[in-house]
């Protein structure tokens, strides 16, 4: 895999971010919390694609905007998951879960991987808490007694569609953080290893558009339980 089509998948993931920001965009005045959290999520993304970007241009160091950008991204999808999970003893847990990763993502940048190299560590500890939520979220929605008795299939819910884009992009995001930093660890270097970065960058990228496309659906599926509800 050479570096001109690593960077089209890459731009290709950012401009269909960009394209479900806009629908998000146009019903922001109707969108309910989980959804709204979902939008600051997209356009957080594209800060983060955008000023990774633009600090590299300009040769700059951009390991420390990944760890902020990481950080910033799991706090918004805590309230997500805390707005969506029901158990109240849960809903604490996530309240005060940021604290501890903010620690642990603070001791990675400064003292343990360094402010110059990819924090994997702090990012491997955030995507586990995402799905450990996640796996959470969907338990609670297949023993959901309300729903059951309506006979409402959880397909239809926008915080299914939702929180399968999360997962679905955590689990790949943990398996990149991993290999990433086996990668590093190895003694090897040369184009073999180069283009198995690139291969899991590429899978990476192509995942997170899988995903916005999952976040457009549970979009769709708003506006239909809204017009159910009217």
């Known amino acids: 895999m050479n570096t001109t089509l690593l960077f089209s998948i890459y731009y290709g993931m950012t401009g269909v971010e960009f394209v479900i920001l806009i629908p998000f965009l146009l019903q922001f005045k109707n969108l309910d919390i989980p959804s ?3 939008f600051y999520y997209i356009l957080s ?5 955008g000023g990774s970007a633009i600090l590299q241009h300009l040769s700059l160091n951009n390991m420390w905007f990944f760890s902020l950008m990481h950080f910033i991204q799991f706090v918004i999808l805590s309230i997500f998951y805390r707005y969506c999970i029901k158990n109240p003893v849960v809903k604490n847990i996530i309240l005060f879960v940021p604290i501890a990763v903010l620690a642990i993502f603070i001791f990675d940048l400064f003292y343990i991987e360094g402010p110059r190299a990819y924090n ?3 990012s491997g500890v955030k995507h586990v808490v995402l799905i450990t939520y996640g796996i959470y979220l969907f338990m609670q929605m297949l023993r959901d007694k309300e729903l059951i008795e309506n006979a409402v299939y959880i397909n239809t819910l926008p915080e299914f569609w939702y929180n399968a884009a999360i997962f679905v992009f955590a689990c790949t995001e943990f398996f990149f953080s991993i290999s990433y930093n086996y990668l590093q ?3 090897t270097s040369g184009p073999g290893k180069m283009k198995t970065t690139m291969a899991i960058l590429s899978i990476n990228y192509i995942v997170g558009m899988v995903s ?3 976040l457009y ?3 769709t599926k708003l506006k ?3 017009y159910a509800n009217s």
């Open 185 to 187: 660890s190895l003694q």
């Open 45 to 49: 993304s594209l800060v983060f694609a």
């Open 224 to 226: 239909k339980t809204r």
């Open 212 to 214: 916005m496309i999952l």
């Open 120 to 122: 994997s560590i702090s």
């Open 36 to 38: 709204r959290c979902l």
């Open 217 to 219: 659906i549970g979009l």
